[in-house]
């Protein structure tokens, strides 16, 4: 507390007795800088001494006030009787000059400081309401990943007050297939409203064929020369200022190591340029999106050059709602019969809590309605129908995942590899990144370091099954 007229902050060290006074609270003794000092000593030699309760002043925090008048600075009013009463100090104990000579400040490296002092807002946003309310209008009726989402929007909202509007940075998407990826990428260049390059990893060989892919689809948008913009020439060669645009990449790690490390500096977030065999182009107006399944398989230094933002696969609710979205318009376009919530809960679990495939069951699902003469059929028992001809069990589990669990119920703990070899025909891709995780997630299969192995459940489950 300040002693005092001296804005020095000191130390009150406060004894057990006067503390527990203070904390229930006890009178206050007037002549706290006297009382205090007479304490150090004592309390230094022996804070915690027989009779004192070591909890509480384990417990008890250390804290320095400043801006408080010396008035109102005082300890607790020492009872006169009784054994927690606390013994004046004598004359002697204080010393001829304690009533005048004032307390050393103490000084500390740190100070934990309790002040009334009001915090000042921030002041007034820099983001105009129009920006604010165009990237939240980009982001409407897009389900799951509130967090992803809510980095991606104050980016977004950064991105437009510049000029010309860009993403200062790169992003890589990191989630299972069908979280949302390209539909994300694609609802950020519609926020910038920037042209949109979609590329895949698969046809991407190397970077002078990137940069010809991309030329091809800024010729759609800019028209002829794709609004690149002529800088003279540099090391030689032509240089060109490419306009601002997105490009998204998708399953990135399909790149060979010899062309991400050849984009590494395309990826940098000062000096974008880069020389090509018969050009020198300049990127700072272009935001690389890239998207994979497995950002493990991609070098250390082209991850590091991106913002990495982890997309969680979605909950059968959510699945449920962006399969709402899609059909119900459509059903009320046409004045047919609206489907009802159940229905909506049974595509998402048929198709493996995955939208593409809860999408495409309720695509099959609107032809066997359109198609059925059996007009007195419910829409319900119009997707029964749909589960028996597609052979799906009631969790949307179908042949190939009956399949798996008997191999592991017949041989017990197996590999990745091996699992894909006795699977036969089915793409390894489909095994890990769909049928795996459906398993995993119902419980079904354990993946442990020496491979895969069926559960207890598992073997319940798959001697229950009328899969062959």
Known sequence: MTMGQSPTPNVLLVGSDDAS????????????????????????????????????????????VTGVPSESVGLAQPTSNGPDAVKQPSQQELGETSTSAELPPVTVDFLVQATTTTVPPVGPSLIPQSVRD???????????????????????????????PHLPKNYLFVGLPSTGKTELCRRIAAAVKLPFVALDGHGVGDRERL????????????????????????????????????????????????????????LEMTDRSMTLKQRVVHLENMTFLLATTRASELDKAFRSRCTMV????????????IVRARIAPRLEEHHLTPWPD?????????????????????????????????????????????????????????RVHIRYLRILQKN??????????LLGTTDEDVIEYEIEPRLVALGLIEKTQKGRRITTDGLVYVSKSSQP
């Open 211 to 266: 940069f010809d892919l991309v030329d091809g689809q800024l010729v759609q948008d800019y028209g002829p020369g794709g609004g690149k913009v002529p800088l003279g020439v540099e090391s030689g060669l032509a240089a060109v200022a490419y306009p601002p645009c997105v490009v998204m990449i998708d399953e990135v790690h399909l790149l060979s190591h010899p062309t991400q490390e050849s984009l590494l500096t395309a």
């Open 412 to 421: 017990g703990v197996c590999g990745f590899g091996t699992m894909v070899g």
């Open 134 to 164: 165009s990237v939240n209008s980009a982001m409407i009726g897009f389900i799951g990943n509130e967090n992803a989402i809510s980095r991606v929007k104050n980016d977004l909202m950064l991105a437009l007050v510049q000029e010309p």
């Open 342 to 398: 159940e229905v909506y809960a049974r595509l998402a679990r048929l198709g493996q809590v995955v939208p593409r495939s809860a999408l495409d069951l309720a695509r099959e699902l609107q032809t066997e309605i359109e198609v059925s003469d059996a007009r007195e059929l419910t829409v319900d028992a119009h997707l029964d129908v749909v589960q028996r001809r597609m052979e799906l069990d009631e969790n949307g589990l179908g």
């Open 21 to 64: 006074a203070l904390l229930t609270g006890g009178e206050l003794h007037p002549e706290a800088r006297t009382l205090a000092r007479a304490m150090i000593a004592p309390l230094l030699a022996n804070a915690v001494g027989e009779g004192h309760d070591r909890e509480v002043l384990e417990r008890m925090p250390v804290l320095v």
């Open 310 to 321: 982890e997309l969680s696969p979605y909950s059968e609710q959510q699945v449920a709602q």
